[in-house]
């Protein structure tokens, strides 16, 4: 019995033993395969990419109009025209890029985000008590939340989508700090009334109409103190560089005028919607001249 019982024990002994010994074997031969297949399928990185991407800052904003930095890298390394999309790098990234691949970086105007608003809290009329989320989004399914329809709600969601702190709400109105403004269009997307656009700074300063609003001017009074009244004044003194479309003024900025012709403008505007954005001083708007009548001139 004790004999029985000691062979019994020691085959099990030598069982276990190749059992161990064959799923080591089995991992042996696995790993093999995975290696051999990992080198014949593994596709090689195009060092032209790679040296791209590590010339970019990672922001992964998606302000180039793609989905992350890997893919500008791989697009702009194709395509040489994408050269200088990459916002948040700025010239010397494009600098960076253009150097790995071997061509000559063209001046370009940086883009920043202008809000194309500039009415604050007291400024806006007819206004809708609202007490639900703190969100543009969700505000801007209540009708009449702020009276005007095109304007800046002001709950700030253009604010928590800024990863660079250049965008804040002040007195109910999106406001850029510009020194800090990458360009990288995540307040753009984060807009639910798309008012906030990415302009080419071809000047700092630069002149904007900081306003939406295509209602003729009775609705427009009725619910903003500074908004276009569709006045055409502006038109008026400097038909090169401003028009009319759909009751709002807007600038040619292929025929951006001069300084002189840009203070006359300015001057005869009888809203406070022309406005100088930029890191330099910003020219003060003449508030004062709201409500003069100057319209009807």
């Known amino acids: 019995m004790i004999v029985t019982d000691y062979i019994l024990a020691q085959l099990s002994i030598n069982s276990m033993a190749w059992a161990g010994l ?24 195009d060092p032209t990419v790679e040296a791209i991407l590590n010339a970019l800052p990672g922001a992964n904003c ?20 994408l050269l200088g999309k990459c916002g948040p790098g700025g010239e ?13 970086a063209a001046a370009a105007a940086p883009v920043r985000a202008v809000v194309r608003c500039s009415a ?17 989004r969700e505000a801007q399914m209540i009708t009449g939340v702020i009276g005007c329809p095109y304007g800046c709600i002001g709950y700030g969601d253009c604010q928590k989508a800024c990863e660079f702190d ?7 109105l999106a406001v850029v700090d510009y020194k800090k403004c990458v360009g990288c269009g995540a307040c753009v997307k984060a807009c639910p009334r798309e008012l906030i656009e990415l302009r080419g700074m071809q000047e700092d300063p630069l002149l904007v109409i900081a306003c939406s609003t295509l209602d003729k001017a009775k609705e427009v009074r009725s619910y903003c103190k500074v908004g276009c ?10 038909p090169t560089m401003f028009q009319m ?3 709002l003024a807007v600038i040619d900025y292929e025929k951006y005028g001069s300084q ?24 003060e708007t003449k508030r004062e001249g709201i409500s003069s009548g100057n319209e009807n001139k």
């Open 245 to 247: 479309q759909q009751n």
């Open 62 to 81: 998606g302000g180039c109009g793609l989905a992350g930095c890997s893919a500008y890298a791989e697009a702009v390394a194709r395509d040489h025209g």
């Open 166 to 172: 250049a965008i804040h709400v002040i007195d109910g």
């Open 229 to 238: 009244v569709g006045c055409g004044l502006c038109a008026k003194q400097v």
């Open 260 to 283: 002189e012709e840009r203070d006359r403008a300015q001057d005869k505007c009888p809203r406070a919607l022309m406005v100088y954005v930029g890191t330099n001083t910003q020219r």
């Open 92 to 104: 010397a990234t494009v600098k960076a890029i253009a150097a790995i691949l071997g061509i000559e």
């Open 22 to 45: 064959t799923l080591l074997a089995m991992g042996f031969v696995f790993v093999l395969i995975l290696t051999i297949a990992n080198a014949k399928l593994m596709v090689e990185q």
């Open 120 to 136: 604050r809290a007291n400024d806006k009329i007819n206004s809708t008590r609202y007490l639900g989320v703190a969100s543009c």
